[in-house]
C-alpha cells in the first residue's frame, strides 16, 4: 500500500505552483500586448519592466518544463 502511494507521487511531477507560473506568465504577455498597442502614449518604462519580466517567466517555465517535468 505503501509502495503504491510513492509510486502515485513520483509520477506526478507537476505541482500546484508550477500552473499558478504557466498563468502569471500568460497573464504578463497578456499585459505586454495591451501596453504596446496603447494609442495615445506609451508607458516606455512599463514596457521595458513588462519584457524583462516576461524573460524571466519564459526562462523560468522552460527550465521547470525541461528539467523537472521531463526529467
Same mark, same amino acid.
Given at each position: 500500500?505503501?509502495? @503504491?502511494?510513492?509510486?502515485?507521487?513520483?509520477?506526478?511531477?507537476?505541482?500546484?505552483?508550477?500552473? %499558478?507560473?504557466?498563468? #502569471? *506568465? !500568460?497573464?504578463? @504577455?497578456?499585459?505586454?500586448?495591451?501596453?504596446?498597442?496603447?494609442?495615445?502614449?506609451?508607458?516606455? %518604462?512599463?514596457?521595458? #519592466? *513588462? !519584457?524583462?519580466?516576461?524573460?524571466?517567466?519564459?526562462?523560468?517555465?522552460?527550465?521547470?518544463?525541461?528539467?523537472?517535468?521531463?526529467?
Amino acid at each position: 500500500m505503501f509502495l @503504491a502511494e510513492e509510486a502515485a507521487q513520483a509520477a506526478s511531477k507537476i505541482g500546484t505552483f508550477d500552473w %499558478f507560473m504557466l498563468a #502569471f *506568465t !500568460v497573464l504578463i @504577455a497578456i499585459g505586454l500586448v495591451r501596453l504596446l498597442t496603447a494609442r495615445p502614449k506609451k508607458n516606455i %518604462f512599463a514596457i521595458g #519592466f *513588462t !519584457v524583462v519580466s516576461l524573460g524571466l517567466f519564459l526562462l523560468i517555465d522552460f527550465i521547470m518544463i525541461t528539467k523537472v517535468w521531463l526529467a
